[in-house]
């Protein structure tokens, strides 16, 4: 059986036949406080054990079929298994919850969630183990969760994703106000090195949100504001640890270079929903110094300062559900959807488009400009992309997407095809989550 025969089979499975929590002789549904253990299947696999313990069973598969234009050859290919983890999340004694994830798939870091989260204060927790650092809006949204098939460059690439640590979040003033803090050993899976070393040190990281709704008087439109900012602040290695820049093809238009000092991330986020309509937008700026990066490794000279390496870029993306016969006070085309379906309908269906941009260079421009690591002012490069996207969510577990991806690199000699600046990548990803 092929994967897109399973996925059809298992949208066409009624939820209700999975279900096991009447017993057999009543039908009667077991009160949640009897300390007995049971397996259901409202939502995910899970097994039950009155109110002291929880484990729900998670697989997630992502298949991605992909062509180029001009033609680009990549390691995976037309098909890329880009996911296929097997995981449990669960609760225990109802103030400590657990997660574990792993990847199946070949990958430098098979080990992706592997957490506790202590829920003994009313408005702090603590969280503790592999996760991902509170910096990205994107980058934090999970994988299955996507409005695109690929996430923004400055969400892969500059936001420091998963790494080993301690954090403290909650929610304050009537929830109108997130915050999460903490300490991690290093400075994320995204800025790791070739042979998936470290380069950075102990990094601080700190996030707030906030929904100003709830706490001012706003416009009707204008209560499903939400506004965030974030940092992140460590020091990395003498070397060339700096961040790298590549396509949606995975293919280098800026080289890591060498730098020695601090590391400073600055990011904003801002997403509002108004009915159908979604708009997300960030930027991030990320810092990197030079120290002792001169020629004869003495620092670079500059009049007024040592000049940073600066990666920054930002992007902003609007999604417009055009149906969810889930809701169907908001179903556009709900009548129309639900003659060729019948009651339940064909899931949801959106279209979305995102811009972004992508860049790397010299925060100062003294001096002519070099591609050379040892350049006082260094040759910046960007990567400019639009992507148009198609979502059917067919239901909770099975989800298909259509992406369409133009790029546009700023120096062809740093392209991927040498004196080629423009590129298209299309892209299907048929996506399975239990």
Not at 36 to 60: C, N, V, Y
Request: one cysteine or more.
């Amino acid at each position: 059986m092929t994967l897109h025969s399973f996925c059809w089979l298992l949208a066409a499975i009624p939820l209700s036949t999975l279900r096991s929590e009447t017993t057999p002789e009543s039908g009667m549904i077991e009160p949640r406080s009897q300390a007995a253990l049971r397996f259901t299947a409202a939502k995910h696999p899970s097994l039950r054990f009155g109110e002291l313990l929880r484990i729900d069973f998670r697989f997630k598969m992502q298949n991605d079929f992909r062509t180029f234009s001009p033609d680009l050859s990549t390691e995976e290919g037309f098909h890329d298994l880009n996911r296929a983890r097997v995981g449990i999340e669960g609760r225990l004694f109802q103030s400590l919850e657990f997660e574990l994830e792993r990847e199946l798939s070949v990958t430098q870091n098979p080990w992706k969630d592997a957490f506790v989260n202590w829920r003994g204060f009313r408005r702090v927790q603590v969280k503790a183990g592999r996760f991902k650092m509170p910096f990205g809006m994107e980058q934090l949204t999970g994988p299955t969760q996507l409005d695109f098939i690929y996430r923004a460059g400055i969400s892969a690439y500059l936001a420091p994703g998963r790494d080993t640590g301690v954090m403290a979040h909650g929610r304050l003033l009537d929830k109108a106000l997130s915050f999460e803090a903490g300490l991690f050993r290093h400075d994320g899976d995204n800025a790791r090195i070739p042979d998936n070393e470290r380069a950075a040190g102990t990094t601080f990281v700190a996030r707030l949100t906030l929904t100003p709704a709830r706490t001012v008087n706003l416009p009707a439109f204008l209560r499903n504001l939400e506004l965030g900012a974030a940092a992140t602040t460590g020091s990395v290695e003498e070397g060339a640890n700096s961040l790298r820049g590549r396509t949606a093809a995975q293919k280098y238009f800026f080289h890591r270079l060498d730098v020695n000092g601090q590391r400073l991330r600055l990011g904003t986020e801002l997403k509002w929903k108004q009915g159908p309509l979604a708009v997300k937008g960030e930027y991030i700026q990320v810092s990197d110094q030079r120290l002792g990066q001169g020629v004869s490794g003495n620092d670079i000279p500059n009049l007024v300062s040592i000049p940073n390496l600066v990666s920054r870029g930002w992007y902003l993306s609007g999604l417009w559900t055009v149906a969810d016969s889930r809701n169907q006070k908001r179903a556009k085309h709900a009548n129309f959807l639900q003659s060729l379906y019948g009651s339940t309908g064909p899931g949801m269906v959106q279209v979305g488009v995102r811009y972004e941009q992508l860049r790397f260079g010299s925060d100062e421009h003294t001096g002519a400009p070099s591609r050379s690591s040892r350049a006082r002012n260094i040759l910046g490069n960007s990567d400019r992309a639009v992507t148009f996207g198609a979502n059917w969510v067919v239901n909770r577990h099975v989800r298909i997407q259509v992406n369409a991806v133009r790029e546009t690199v700023e120096d062809t000699v740093r392209s991927p095809i040498p004196g080629r600046s423009r590129f298209w990548t299309r892209l299907c990803r048929l996506q399975f989550d239990l």
